[in-house]
């Protein structure tokens, strides 16, 4: 029985490399490239992106901004490094698109009276980059995007290590091959000396373990955010996603107090619902609340007496003296 039920694990995991070689074949002629688990999860980033920028609409005008911001530049980053391979096109495309939305809304903005006039600018200054200085567009796209196996493609990385191979063999006949003998040594010894990443977990391209979690993990935070509301899914995401990493503790302790700081600033300047599930409408007791609640009775003693034994003489004292060169009346 145990060996039926391997020939079957077998034939299933036989059968998924046949489906994922066969989807890898019909996707490669589209992106240019052979699909790998980091393309899996960029489609994730780009679709949650897409539904949070939508979602975000339900919010007041002013609220919205950010979210929206924030969800916009994750989709439009997904896109780009999905389209890597076809920056030259796609980033002055993209570039006149965004000028002149932002003229188009600047402008409407203007009229009514409501500002606008500086995405009005922003949208002209898009549109001049893009007519006038198309190949410096391109070119910083793809040095901020791609990958040099993306920039230069597989024949010119090639050729640029036949190109080290001829200058060694060069050098070696008219005797300089014990410098580059050294010269060689010396970068590997720089290399070896280099400190270690330490205990988080790094993944290769074509291992899935990473980009699953890291995708599990982006599901799942929207799945509390439903539940619990954002002001706490945003700190325990980042507990849970340093714990995968097995970040150190000081580190980690750091990023999450910055997570939990930035989801009460925007929850305490911006918009209060965030503290509250949208499915559930459960809101779970903010920072404030529990501060009140549980942190107040216990410090207040403590500050009664500084006031009154430091605070209080301080100032008795102070008041008391008499500034050099004024005489009392």
């Not at 060694?168 to 010894?189: H, V």
């Not at 034994?309 to 009346?329: C, Q, R, S």
Request: with cysteine; charged share 20%.
């Amino acid at each position: 029985m145990g060996q039926d039920e391997s020939t079957t694990a077998d034939e299933l995991i036989a059968g998924v490399r046949s489906v994922q070689r066969v989807l890898g074949d019909a996707i490669e002629p589209v992106l240019r490239e052979r699909p790998t688990m980091e393309h899996v999860l960029l489609v994730l980033f780009l679709v949650t992106g897409a539904y949070m920028y939508l979602a975000a609409r339900e919010f007041p005008a002013v609220v919205a901004e950010f979210p929206q911001l924030m969800a916009g530049a994750t989709v439009l980053l997904s896109f780009l490094i999905l389209a890597r391979n076809y920056l030259n096109v796609v980033a002055p495309l993209l570039t006149a698109g965004i000028g002149a939305y932002a003229v188009y809304t600047g402008g409407m903005s203007f009229l009514d009276g409501d500002g606008g006039l500086i995405r009005v600018v922003f949208g002209i200054v898009l549109l001049v980059v893009t007519i006038g200085y198309r190949q410096q567009l391109v070119k910083g796209a793809e040095s901020f995007i791609a990958e040099p196996m993306q920039v230069l493609g597989k024949e010119d990385i090639l050729d640029e290590d036949l190109e080290e191979g001829v200058e060694k063999n060069r050098a070696e006949a008219t005797g300089e091959s014990q410098e580059i003998e050294e010269a060689e040594d010396t970068e590997g010894a720089d290399t070896e000396e280099e400190p270690d990443s330490g205990a988080m977990y790094v993944y290769e391209i074509d291992d899935p373990k990473g980009p699953v979690v890291t995708g599990v993990l982006c599901v799942a935070y929207m799945l509390v955010t439903f539940a619990i509301g954002m002001l706490y899914a945003t700190p325990l995401f980042v507990i849970a996603w340093a714990l995968w990493v097995k970040m150190e503790f000081p580190k980690a302790a750091a990023l999450t107090g910055v997570g939990m700081l930035c989801s009460y600033l925007f929850y305490d300047l911006i918009q209060s619902d965030i503290a509250e599930g949208w499915l559930t409408g459960w809101e779970p007791a903010p920072p404030d609340v529990l501060y009140a609640m549980y942190i107040n009775p216990l410090v207040q003693p403590i500050l009664q007496l500084i006031d009154r034994y430091i605070i209080f003489p301080i100032l008795d004292l102070i008041g008391t003296v008499v500034p050099l060169g004024v005489i009392p009346l």
